[in-house]
């Protein structure tokens, strides 16, 4: 029987037990790293800028804090990944801050939230990376390869014209590309959605919710033109059928969500134990970050991690295995 593809628990509960180490082993055990290759399978799905915006560490707390007040709950182990990144940011911040690496770390970090903020994905109990050389190698290779994937999607929408502004615009669009069933089937569900939410933010006579609405809006716009680029970029022949039609899934369900302006998560019933565990989000940043206030963050996370015990868990996922 085949393994489902959401590998995520149902109940969505975060595992009991306590966020795993922060970089720490002993002298004489080995580096472990068996997270990289599910992280960079993982970032397969997240295509063309559906990212939360991060380009330093107030951005990784000011989402998490988000995060945190919506009541996402979030496993120990996401919690233990997001803060081994943030960590390894800090340290490069102080003068790298438009360097390739603190770029690579900062995209690392958003996928990172991207994670624990979707239902489809999780990182489980048992899965980690040991090293700051590990974390850092990691950012550095889902940053060369996300700018493949950048450079394959910007290409198709210039060749195609591709430039999403309303279902209208999708009408024209339609006409000038070369019908298949799996494109059509696309933009019927996208013309569907976007003319649902541009109606009802005709509607709405709140000046403050109209705006916030048109910018959702505006996001699905963007996020049907990336998907067609990709889905144009990328033959069906040369992409894995698991991978193609759960793009396709995930992309749709982010589309009708931000066309229609709803909340992107219900609220959990986690919000407790969502705030014990990203505890350090807590901090007020400012607008930016001092060095003194950066060696006092990297110092209380590695403080943080430090009194923790690891606690691993038997866990799978179709995607965890796959080669």
């Not at 990784?60 to 919506?70: K, Q, T, W």
């Amino acid at each position: 029987m085949p393994r489902p593809f959401c590998f995520r628990s149902p109940s969505r509960q975060p595992i009991q037990g306590v966020p795993l180490g922060l970089l720490r082993r002993t002298p004489t055990s080995e580096p472990v790293d068996n997270l990289s290759g599910p992280v960079l399978r993982m970032a397969k799905f997240f295509i063309g800028g559906g990212l939360p915006p991060v380009t330093g560490v107030p951005d990784v707390y000011a989402y998490a804090r988000e995060l945190r007040d919506r009541g996402v709950p979030i496993l120990a182990s996401e919690a233990a990944f997001l803060r081994q990144v943030t960590w390894c940011m800090l340290q490069v911040e102080h003068d790298q801050e438009e360097g390739e690496l603190h770029q690579a770390l900062a995209r690392l970090a958003a996928l990172a939230l991207a994670i624990i903020e979707d239902d489809d994905f999780s990182i489980p109990e048992g899965y980690r990376i040991s090293t700051r050389e590990g974390i850092e190698g990691l950012a550095i290779q889902h940053q060369r390869e996300q700018e493949q994937v950048d450079l394959q999607i910007a290409a198709a929408m210039g060749i195609h014209g591709i430039e999403v502004s309303g279902a209208e615009a999708l009408d024209a669009l339609e006409q000038g590309l070369t019908p298949s069933p799996e494109l059509t089937r696309v933009i019927n569900a996208a013309r569907i959605h976007l003319r649902q939410g541009a109606g009802l933010l005709d509607q709405q006579e709140d000046p403050a919710r109209a705006a916030a609405h048109r910018e959702r809006l505006t996001h699905a716009c963007e996020r049907v033109g990336r998907l067609l680029a990709r889905l144009l970029a990328v033959p069906a022949d040369r992409d894995p059928k698991v991978v193609r039609e759960n793009v396709i899934r995930r992309e749709l369900r982010r589309i009708e969500v931000d066309a229609l302006g709803v909340q992107r998560l219900t609220e959990a019933e986690q919000a407790r134990r969502t705030r014990e565990l990203l505890a350090w989000a807590e901090e007020d940043m400012g607008e930016r970050l001092t060095d003194a206030s950066k060696a006092a963050l990297a110092q209380r996370l590695q403080t943080l991690a430090q009194s923790e015990q690891e606690e691993d868990a038997d866990s799978s996922g179709w995607l965890f295995d796959m080669e």
